[in-house]
Nanobody, 125 residues
Framework: VQLQASGGGSVQAGGSLTLSCAAS????????AGWFRQAPGKERDFVAA????????DYADSVKGRFTISRDNAKNTVYLQMNSLKPEDTAVYYC???????????????????WGQGTQVTVSS
């Protein structure tokens, strides 16, 4: 499975962006997926995760109520809708997939087997 993240950019505080993660391989539709982010000088942190069907999601406390993760298995794509963006959301955002049919969602990086290349999100005040 190969993952390609896109949709990053520069936006003012309060604005919105939607990230996309396009995957190759039919198996992706049965994998859990997640988004992580890494700010300059900091470790990579969990943002959101979604199970294979989209029926179960999880979010970091810092983004709850502002970000929404979703997926379209027909398009092999996972999305991260980001609203009410804050300067502290500035980071490189990575998508990831957890191998295993109908795998459960996880906030742990070590649970994920496939990673995209990252897309930069910059929020100015």
């Amino acid at each position: 499975v190969q993952l390609q993240a896109s949709g990053g950019g520069s936006v003012q505080a309060g604005g919105s962006l939607t990230l996309s993660c396009a995957a190759s391989g039919r198996a992706f539709s049965s994998y859990a997926a997640g988004w992580f982010r890494q700010a300059p000088g900091k470790e990579r942190d969990f943002v959101a995760a979604i199970n294979w069907s989209g029926g179960s999601t999880d979010y970091a406390d810092s983004v709850k109520g502002r970000f929404t993760i979703s997926r379209d298995n027909a398009k092999n794509t996972v999305y991260l809708q980001m609203n009410s963006l804050k300067p502290e959301d500035t980071a490189v955002y990575y998508c990831a997939a957890e191998r295993g049919a109908y795998s459960t969602i996880s906030y742990l990086q070590r649970s994920y087997d496939y990673w995209g290349q990252g897309t930069q999100v910059t929020v100015s005040s």
